[in-house]
């Protein structure tokens, strides 16, 4: 195995979106993650299609495209966690595991006897992280929740769209579950300093695991960051204002004769390079614009003297002076677009993997980039199920034994 993490096993109970992408980060690491579903249906988006994976005849497989997004680098290993069997296969998984990540709703698991306190006493080393809507505790606690919901309910939404009063003005959320995405990144970093502290801070010999309560509306309330600060700071409740910065100006989407360019001015420096390269360097000294906080109070009066200067050419004329003054800029590319563009190419952040059934799937893979430890990406998503029998043997069952798990309805 390849990655940083070669070392390190994890045991992954769970689906949908924000616990199995931080799996799918300690796979892509070089942890071995062993991703346990349910008999027959397995994890819910391996049904959130179309789009569904294609193979080699062109036919829709199991695969849609929602569950290959998070779950590469992983073994299936399919196991009904309601029978006392199962059970006792979960205790044996985690017995061997460093890490187990899980998201069923509070107290579920604790109903099987697989709640942290009761696999401690089995595997004191062991980090245990949960991921939920609402954390472990508090009036919601019990509540379920989905990434859209958390968008909502945690002030995304309020400053994120057009301004009421333009056209399509309103609430939008993300369109990427970010919430999950970014719960699946908190829970990555508080195993991986879990297990920094277990494995070097410890006395010898000490065993020192630990229960990581991640909450989504814990994570969304954390990363509103300059927003929130903002309203913290001056009382004001932040408003959606479309594209533009709340902070820092001119950046926005601008109209140029052919399109739209998008803007971004990162302080005054920047801001006098880019007004003479608009071919209107009075505006640098205009008191008004002189500085950062005058252009964010006057920029209603900035913005049409902006736009009035880009509709004179076209964006790859813009692109070409701007960048040439180091000031960022660029076009809104499609999906496909970023997919192919060069630098994207180039860093080899899009991959073909082998697949069982479609031959290959592809992969936008992990951005880390280890120089001593390369990441490899080399197993695709599993199929239900894919590695049961595999798994079972390395737990020391024979055929029978495998054969008596199956007539028990544990597998």
Not at 35 to 52: C, H, L, N, Q
Request: glycine share 10%.
């Amino acid at each position: 195995m390849a990655g940083p993490l070669s070392h390190v096993r994890v045991l992954d109970l769970s689906r949908i979106m924000a616990a199995p992408w931080s799996a799918q980060i300690l796979a892509d690491l070089g942890a071995e993650v062993i991703k346990v579903e349910r008999p027959g249906s397995g994890d819910d988006t391996r049904a959130w299609g179309p789009p569904f994976l294609k193979d080699a005849e062109g036919r829709d497989t199991a695969e849609a495209g929602y569950y290959l997004a998070v779950n590469r680098g992983k073994r299936s290993i399919t196991v009904a966690l309601d029978t006392p069997e199962g059970q006792q296969l979960i205790r044996q998984l985690a017995q061997r595991a460093d890490i187990l990540v899980e998201n069923y709703k509070v107290g579920t698991l604790a109903k099987y006897g697989l709640d942290y306190d009761s696999l401690k006493v089995l595997n004191p080393r062991l980090i245990y992280c949960s991921v939920t809507g609402f954390g472990q505790s508090g009036p919601k606690a019990s509540h379920a929740a989905y990434d859209f919901l958390i968008q909502a309910m945690g002030g995304l939404m309020s400053v994120t769209g057009e301004r009421d009063n333009r056209p399509g003005g309103g609430p939008q959320k993300v369109g990427v579950p970010i919430t999950d995405i970014m719960t699946g990144m908190y829970a990555t970093i508080s195993v991986l300093a879990a297990l920094a502290r277990r494995d070097h801070a410890a006395p010898a010999g000490g065993q020192l695991g630990e229960h990581i309560d991640i909450g989504m509306l814990d994570v969304q309330v954390g990363f509103l960051a300059n927003q929130a600060m903002n309203y913290l700071v001056s009382g004001r409740v932040p408003q959606r204002s479309g594209n533009a910065h709340p902070n820092i100006q001119p950046q926005n989407v601008y109209p140029c004769r052919d399109g739209q360019l998008v803007i971004v001015v990162g302080n005054d420096s920047q801001f006098e390079k880019f007004c003479a390269a608009i071919g209107q360097p009075q505006l640098a000294q205009d008191e008004r614009f002189a500085s950062n906080p005058q252009r964010v109070r006057h920029l209603a009066e900035l913005d049409p003297l902006i736009i009035a200067a880009l509709a004179r050419h076209d964006r790859a004329h813009w692109v070409d002076c701007l960048e040439a003054v180091g000031v960022s800029c660029g076009p809104i590319n499609s999906v496909a677009e970023a997919l192919a563009h060069p630098q994207v190419q180039h860093r080899g952040m899009l991959r073909q993997i082998p697949h069982p059934t479609a031959g290959s799937v592809p992969q936008v893979v992990s951005p880390m980039q280890f120089r001593e430890a390369p990441l490899a990406f080399d197993r695709a998503p599993p199929l239900l199920g894919q590695h049961t029998e595999e798994i079972l043997t390395e737990l020391g069952y024979d055929a029978a034994g495998i054969a008596a798990l199956r007539a028990a309805g544990a597998l």
